[in-house]
């Protein structure tokens, strides 16, 4: 019975390892996509990114889904009693924000790349996994544009709220003297 009782002032170790390899599969994903679609570089290296980034997006997509399943079989530790209730609501919906943003980001993607009039196919690790295309949205210009423009206003929001969710982490810790991080790293 203890083993689905969330820990008193931390999160399970399974929400720790998954919060850790996605921020920095997040922050990858975020300069990888920048730079393939702004930086100079062969067609053929490019290709190669899109396919990783296409990859990566689907993999992220899978992550947070066990993310969530995570987060409903061992629940967060509550927030520590010195925040305010302003502070934990806005918490909460930071909170909510970043999941949506981790959800919708993939799979604006997915669109676009199913949308393309290229059709070209997505290879989740390398070769070995061909991840489909959404059908009813094949080379559809309207899906692709619109998809493509969530896509990067999704990409800049996800950059706000990973900026303001450090920044929070921070600002307690200097002001409120609480430190947060603690009940996200590895050791007590």
Known sequence: MNEIMPVKNRYHTSAIVLHW???LAVIVMLISGLYMA???????????????????????????????????????PSL???????????????????????????ISGWFMVSSS???????????WIKWPHIPWVSKNKFVETLSNTAHWILAYLMIVLITGHVAALIYHHKKHNINLLKRMWFRK
């Open 117 to 127: 009039p290229f059709g070209l196919p997505t290879f989740v690790f390398v070769d």
């Open 21 to 23: 390899f996605m921020a």
């Open 38 to 76: 702004n930086g100079d570089m062969p067609k053929s290296d490019q290709y190669k990114m899109y396919q990783l980034h296409k990859a990566g997006g689907m993999t992220m997509l899978w992550m947070i889904c066990f993310r969530i399943a995570i987060r409903l079989i061992q629940p967060p």
């Open 80 to 106: 520590p009693a010195d925040l305010s209730l302003t502070n934990k609501r806005v918490a909460k919906i930071g909170h909510l924000m970043l999941y949506a943003g981790l959800i919708l980001l993939p």
